[in-house]
């Protein structure tokens, strides 16, 4: 299903029921298409709670920080969000304290009319910020993205304006697909989205 060559990125619709689903199995398959060693998972989450539209990440962050597990690691929240001002420090402060992590970054995003509500998962990193010309370092070794708006011109006017039922509805369905992929993977709902790790 994934392309060694060129990973596809994938559009699935947040208003279907079947949302959360299609999320659940392709983070899976995206997840062991990995093939470097990695022994924590770190979901970083990345936007404002200031601005409607750049308050995915924030949101999905919320959701999955009223869980814990073994191994799963969550910045940028609601309480405590991840963004242009703070990124570089919390992604040094990840490296550091989270070494072997791979990293899932989630952000708002921008695109077509057509695909306003749609969300998108791919292997790699995302730029958080290149859809208002902010200059972010790449973040992630696989991203979910929600789009919120439409790209274009007054970018930060459109993120101000978003509509918060697009925003939750696509951050229920994100944070719901990751909590099925991480329980579909272990009986004990423990992670098993990486390999088991070694004894010493």
Known sequence: ????????????????????????????????HIKYEWKELVFLCIGSDRITGDSLGPLVGHLLSQYTWPHIHVYGTLKEPVHALNL?????QIKARHPLALIIAIDASLG??????????????????LGVNKDLPHVGDIFITGITNVSG????????????????????????????????????????????????
């Open 1 to 32: 299903m994934f392309n060694s060559k060129l990973p596809p990125v994938f559009y699935i619709n947040s208003k279907k029921y079947s949302a959360s689903s299609e999320l659940s199995y392709l983070l899976r398959n995206a997840v062991s």
């Open 88 to 92: 570089e420090k919390i992604t040094a």
């Open 153 to 200: 011109t007054f970018e930060h006017f459109l993120l101000q304006t978003t509509r918060l039922s697009t925003v939750v509805e696509m951050a229920d369905s994100i944070a719901q697909g990751i909590l099925n992929a991480i329980d579909s993977s272990c009986p004990e709902k423990e992670l098993q989205l990486s390999p088991p790790l070694q004894s010493s």
């Open 112 to 129: 077509s009319k057509k695909h306003i509500g749609f969300i998108t998962l791919g292997i790699g990193s995302l730029r958080p910020g």
